[in-house]
C-alpha cells in the first residue's frame, strides 16, 4: 500500500528531485543517513529506494550508492476553460454511454474508465465482516423499511454533515440508492418535462442521462478546470433563460476534478437567492481532498433551503453499497413521498451496515490513508503522463478525488482512440460524453484511483504512444 511509512518518505524525495532540492545526477543520501534524519529503520529507507528505483526517479551505482538519474520535463499545461453555446438543448445520450459503462466491467480489460474508487485499503475487510455479523444478529429479512431510511444512519450522516459546514436534523435527511439516485429525485420534485436546467460543462455524463430521461432541457455553463462552473454565464443564463435548476459537483467534480472556492460559493447562493433558483450540489468527493481541510458544502451558506445537498459512500468505499442521501431542507416532504412512489424504501442491511461503518473511528482513518495514497496515485499518473505523452498534452490538477482529465489538440478525436484502446483492452472514458453538444471529442478522462501495477503503467505508457502516433498524424 502507497500510504505506508517507506512510500511516503520516497514520495518526500521524489518532491525534492521534482522541484530542484536534489539536482539530476546528485548522489542521494546515504541509507543510514536518510534513516537517522527520518527517523526511520534501514529496512524503509531501504524499501522507500527500490520504490524510488523501481520508478525511475533514482538509480543505483555499484560500491557509490543511490544517484538522481529522472530528467524533468517542462510541467503539463492545465486543460483550457470550456467554451458552450448559450442556447438550451434537448438532452440526448448515445449508445456511446452504454458501451463506455458496459466496457467497464470487461473482467480482463485494464480499466481506467470507470470513476470507482479502490479496493485494496483495509475498510474492504472490514466493511464484509460488518455484513456477516450483521447478517447473523440483525433482523433484516422481511423488515419494511421506513421511506426516509434507518434513523441511526441518517443520525451517522448528520454527525458527518458537521464536517461539510452544515447543521442538520436527522428528521430532514432521505436515504437513498446512491447519489445519483438521490439527484434524480431531486430533478423529479423541482422539474416537469420540457423544463430547463443548467449543467457543468464538462459535467459527468450520469447526470446527463439523468436530464435526457426525464425530458429535460439543458445549458452547459462553461466550469474553469481549477476554479468550477462560471458564475458569470451563470448569471447571464439565469437573465436571459427560465432556469429551474441548478446542477454542480462542486468539490473535485467529475470528470475535471476542479473545485468552487470558498468565496466563489458564496456568491453562487446569492445568486441562487436572487434569481430564487434551487441547485442540487452532488458532494460524493467531498471527502477525498488532498490538502489539509476539506472543502465547505455550497449548502453551508445556503440560508433559504435552496440547496439540496446530496452525497453517498459510492466513491470514498465501495460502488456495490448502494447507499446515499439527501439533505432535502424544504423539500423534505415531497422527496420523501417521490421515494415512496418510485421504491418505497431501499434495502435494509446495507443501510445498516453503512450505519455502523459511520460510526466507528475505521471511517476517518480510511480517510486519512485512502486521501494520501490517492494525492500520490495521481502524481504517479502525472509522471506517466510527463513522460509517455506529447508535449501538448494538458493534463488536469484535481486536489482530491480520483479522476483526471486530459485534452489534445482540438482536431484529436478521443472516441476513435477508445475504440481502437477497447480492442487492444485498455479502456478510457471518450470526452464526447460528458457534453450534450459532444464537444469535447479531443479530450478523456482516466481513473488513477486503483493501485499502480506494471500493467497499469504499462498501459498509460501504450496509451501516449498510441496519442503521439495519432497527433503526428493530425
Known sequence: ????????????????????????????????????????????????????????????????????????????????????????????????????????????????????????????????????RLSRTQQHLGVSCRPEGPYVLRQQVARHAVDTGVAVSPDSIVTTAGSLNAMGLCLQVLTQPGDLVAVESPCYYGILQLIEAYGLKAIEVPTHPETGLSLEALKMAMEQWPLKVVLTVPSFSNPLGCSIPDERKKALVKLLEQYQVPLIEDDVYGDLYFGTHRPGAIKAFDKQGLVLLCSSLSKTIDPQLRVGWVLAGRYYEDILHRKFVNMLSTPVLPQLVCAEVLGQGIYERHLRQARE?????????????????????????????????????????????????????????????????????????????????PEREDAIRKLGQWVSDRIAKL
Request: aromatic residues 10%; contains cysteine.
Open 1 to 132: 500500500m502507497e500510504g505506508s511509512l517507506y512510500a511516503q518518505l520516497a514520495d518526500k524525495m521524489t518532491e525534492q528531485i521534482r522541484h530542484g532540492a536534489i539536482a539530476i545526477g546528485e548522489r542521494m543520501p546515504s541509507v543510514r543517513h536518510l534513516s537517522r534524519q527520518e527517523r526511520v529503520s534501514i529496512s524503509t529507507v531501504m524499501a522507500a529506494y527500490s520504490l524510488l528505483e523501481e520508478r525511475g526517479w533514482v538509480e543505483a551505482r555499484p560500491k557509490s550508492g543511490y544517484y538522481a538519474c529522472r530528467q524533468i520535463r517542462e510541467p503539463l499545461a492545465v486543460p483550457s476553460e470550456s467554451v458552450v453555446e448559450p442556447d438550451p438543448v434537448i438532452a440526448s445520450t448515445s449508445q456511446l454511454v452504454m458501451d463506455v459503462q458496459r466496457d467497464g466491467f470487461k473482467a480482463n480489460a485494464i480499466n481506467f474508465c470507470r470513476a470507482t474508487p479502490a479496493l485494496d485499503f483495509p475498510i474492504s475487510r472490514h466493511l464484509q465482516q460488518t455484513y456477516t
Open 373 to 453: 495514497v490517492y494525492r500520490q496515485r495521481y502524481q504517479r499518473l502525472v509522471d506517466l503522463v510527463s513522460e509517455s505523452f506529447p508535449a501538448v498534452t494538458k493534463i488536469s490538477r484535481p486536489q482530491g478525488g480520483i479522476v483526471a482529465w486530459l485534452e489534445m489538440p482540438e482536431n484529436f478525436d478521443s472516441t476513435e482512440l477508445y475504440h481502437f484502446c477497447r480492442n487492444a483492452g485498455i479502456l478510457i472514458a471518450p470526452g464526447e460524453i460528458f457534453s450534450i453538444n459532444k464537444q469535447f471529442k479531443h479530450c478523456f478522462r482516466l481513473n488513477y484511483a486503483p493501485r499502480w501495477t
